[in-house]
């Protein structure tokens, strides 16, 4: 072989030996949360409902069947005006019979009385003995007991009758109706809600994890999104349960300063939210639970630092590539935590405001790693 074919030679087998260039390894994506100035006092919001002070649930004082509703629902009503009323033919049979038991003994009673009075008369002229003037004294005692008792006997059935029908206590607005004509109704149980008086409040169910921030007397602002009002309140009262099942606790949030001008735009039913500040100001930062890890050297979080040299190196100034995706870099933060609120965590230490904290997409990830920030669009690519 020519010594130029050796090198021919030569040349291919370098060529076949040269290494093939690697491809750069796709950044992790990861989603971030920029930790705002305003967010450092902590709040919730609590979904709520207007309602008027004075709610009155309307019920029968007896069980039946309910015979009629009289009012329709957003009806005003007046002192004394009928509501409603059950089916009465029991309890007006029963009226009867007490009124007939009544007429009886007030025969009776006469009967006696009048045997009383014959008797004493035989016995003041000697024509009868003591006896006969006892036996008729204890009669007549027993007719007029028998008469008082069937006189209570048809008040009582009278008054159970008069329960049957229902009337409006005050001047009110129909708020609700809860049983329609046809149901049984059991002794107690609400047929209406009446809204009675101009005074309107704000009711909420309140979690656990938020019972400890609020105390009687505690500022609220209150939110009417329907009237467009953002107004002050102030925690009335703080209930107790009232299904063991469900842990939330009843709070009535009262409304001073009302103005006229304010109150004529409210209607009680209004969706309203309840804006609780949670921890004060000069708090720390609330972040969410699922951002806050922890290793033997305690609690830390990962925020991302977007650009640097290298991005402008490659010809990008600002930080994106061709999708709109920007660069960064992962810097590890020890944190030191304070309260807890639902799934939200307090730093207290370790994070300022105007940060990009980490929220998805952190496994894996150590201090100094190169990661792409999604937008929107790349959201549902981050899981952690």
Same mark, same amino acid.
């Given at each position: 072989?020519?010594?130029?074919?050796?090198?021919?030679?030569?040349?291919?087998?370098?060529? !076949?030996?040269?290494?093939?260039?690697?491809?750069? #390894?796709?950044?992790?994506?990861?989603?971030?949360?920029?930790?705002?100035?305003? !967010?450092?006092?902590?709040?919730?919001?609590?979904?709520?409902? +207007?309602?008027?002070?004075?709610?009155?649930?309307?019920?029968?004082?007896?069980?039946?069947?309910?015979?009629?509703?009289?009012?329709?629902?957003?009806?005003?009503?007046?002192?004394?005006?009928?509501?409603?009323?059950?089916?009465?033919?029991?309890?007006?049979?029963?009226?009867?019979?007490?009124?007939?038991?009544?007429?009886?003994?007030?025969?009776?009673?006469?009967?006696?009385?009048?045997?009383?009075?014959?008797?004493?008369?035989?016995?003041?002229?000697?024509?009868?003995?003591?006896?006969?003037?006892?036996?008729?004294?204890?009669?007549?005692?027993?007719?007029?007991?028998?008469?008082?008792?069937?006189?209570?006997?048809?008040?009582?059935?009278?008054?159970?009758?008069?329960?049957?029908?229902?009337? #409006?206590?005050?001047?009110?607005?129909?708020?609700?109706?809860?049983?329609?004509?046809?149901?049984?109704? $059991?002794?107690?149980?609400?047929?209406?809600?009446?809204?009675? $008086?101009?005074?309107?409040?704000?009711?909420? #169910?309140?979690?656990?994890?938020?019972?400890?921030?609020?105390?009687?007397?505690?500022?609220?602002?209150?939110?009417?999104?329907?009237?467009?009002?953002?107004?002050?309140?102030?925690?009335?009262?703080?209930?107790?349960?009232?299904?063991?099942?469900?842990?939330?606790?009843?709070?009535?949030?009262?409304?001073? !300063?009302?103005?006229?001008?304010?109150?004529?735009?409210?209607?009680? $039913?209004?969706?309203?939210?309840?804006?609780?500040?949670?921890?004060?100001?000069?708090?720390?930062?609330?972040?969410?639970?699922?951002?806050?890890?922890?290793?033997?050297?305690?609690?830390?979080?990962?925020?991302?630092?977007?650009?640097?040299? *290298?991005?402008?190196?490659?010809?990008?100034?600002?930080?994106?590539?061709?999708?709109?995706?920007?660069?960064?870099?992962?810097?590890?933060?020890?944190?030191?935590?304070?309260?807890?609120?639902?799934?939200? +965590?307090?730093?207290?230490? !370790? +994070?300022?405001? $105007?940060?990009?904290?980490?929220?998805?997409?952190?496994?894996?990830?150590?201090?100094?790693? *190169?990661? *792409?920030?999604?937008?929107?669009?790349?959201?549902?690519?981050?899981?952690?």
């Amino acid at each position: 072989m020519s010594m130029r074919g050796i090198l021919l030679a030569g040349l291919v087998l370098l060529a !076949g030996c040269a290494e093939e260039p690697v491809e750069e #390894a796709p950044l992790r994506p990861v989603r971030t949360l920029v930790l705002e100035a305003d !967010g450092a006092t902590g709040e919730r919001e609590l979904p709520a409902r +207007l309602e008027a002070a004075a709610n009155r649930r309307m019920s029968f004082r007896v069980s039946g069947q309910l015979e009629a509703l009289e009012v329709a629902v957003g009806e005003r009503v007046t002192a004394g005006q009928p509501l409603a009323r059950l089916e009465a033919d029991d309890l007006r049979l029963q009226r009867d019979r007490a009124r007939s038991a009544l007429a009886g003994a007030e025969a009776a009673a006469a009967n006696a009385e009048a045997e009383w009075q014959r008797a004493r008369r035989l016995y003041e002229a000697g024509s009868a003995p003591a006896r006969d003037l006892d036996a008729a004294r204890a009669q007549r005692d027993a007719a007029l007991a028998q008469r008082d008792g069937a006189r209570d006997a048809l008040a009582l059935a009278e008054r159970q009758l008069g329960f049957t029908r229902l009337a #409006a206590p005050d001047a009110c607005r129909v708020a609700s109706r809860l049983a329609e004509a046809g149901e049984n109704v $059991g002794a107690g149980q609400p047929v209406l809600v009446l809204a009675c $008086g101009d005074d309107l409040e704000v009711r909420a #169910a309140l979690s656990e994890d938020l019972l400890g921030e609020l105390v009687i007397g505690a500022p609220l602002r209150v939110r009417l999104p329907l009237a467009d009002l953002t107004l002050a309140g102030e925690v009335a009262e703080i209930g107790l349960p009232v299904d063991p099942r469900q842990a939330t606790w009843p709070v009535r949030v009262a409304l001073p !300063g009302l103005t006229e001008e304010q109150r004529a735009r409210l209607q009680p $039913g209004m969706a309203a939210e309840l804006t609780l500040p949670l921890g004060g100001p000069g708090s720390g930062i609330w972040v969410p639970m699922v951002a806050v890890q922890q290793d033997i050297d305690g609690h830390f979080v990962y925020v991302a630092e977007p650009g640097d040299d *290298r991005e402008e190196e490659s010809g990008s100034r600002d930080g994106s590539d061709a999708t709109g995706d920007r660069e960064a870099t992962v810097v590890r933060l020890t944190v030191t935590l304070g309260g807890r609120h639902g799934e939200r +965590l307090e730093v207290l230490a !370790g +994070l300022e405001p $105007g940060q990009h904290l980490i929220v998805a997409g952190m496994s894996r990830l150590h201090d100094g790693m *190169r990661v *792409r920030l999604l937008d929107e669009r790349g959201a549902a690519e981050a899981s952690p």
